[in-house]
């Protein structure tokens, strides 16, 4: 079994900053992709960034040049660093990954996402 738990989400004044980690567990042989996704009531879920294990980034345009998205492969864990926080950046941000994982002996590729948690962008 792969869980993805992720942490760092509260409430943060206009122009603050947050960082969001995700650490992926269980018997995982290798992470290809992981990513950062955000949810606000009576919307799709909606990617924000995502980085390769090769290291190779995307960003919405309305994160580019604030958020920041970068992994450790040793670590299986993802952070999101969210500077120059604005109101509509508030959502419940989940996190993804594309794991290969072993399973009675076979390498099974799956995509997972964590729990979710709040980010409150609030005066």
């Known amino acids: 079994q792969v869980q993805l738990v992720e942490s760092g989400g509260g409430l943060v004044q206009p122009g603050g900053s947050l960082r969001l980690s995700c650490a992926a567990s269980?018997?995982?042989?290798?992470?290809?992709?992981m990513g950062w996704y955000r949810q606000t009531p009576g919307n799709e879920r909606e990617l924000a960034a995502g980085?390769?294990?090769?290291?190779?980034?995307n960003y919405s345009n309305s994160v580019k040049g604030r958020f920041t998205i970068s992994l450790d492969n040793a670590k299986n864990t993802v952070w999101l660093q969210m500077n120059s926080l604005k109101p509509e950046d508030t959502a419940v941000y989940y996190c993804n990954a594309d794991i290969q994982k072993l399973t009675l002996g076979r390498v099974i590729s799956g995509n997972y996402w964590g729990q979710g948690t709040q980010v409150t962008v609030s005066s």
């Open positions: 269980g018997s995982i042989v290798s992470i290809r992709r």
């Open positions: 980085i390769t294990s090769g290291g190779i980034t």
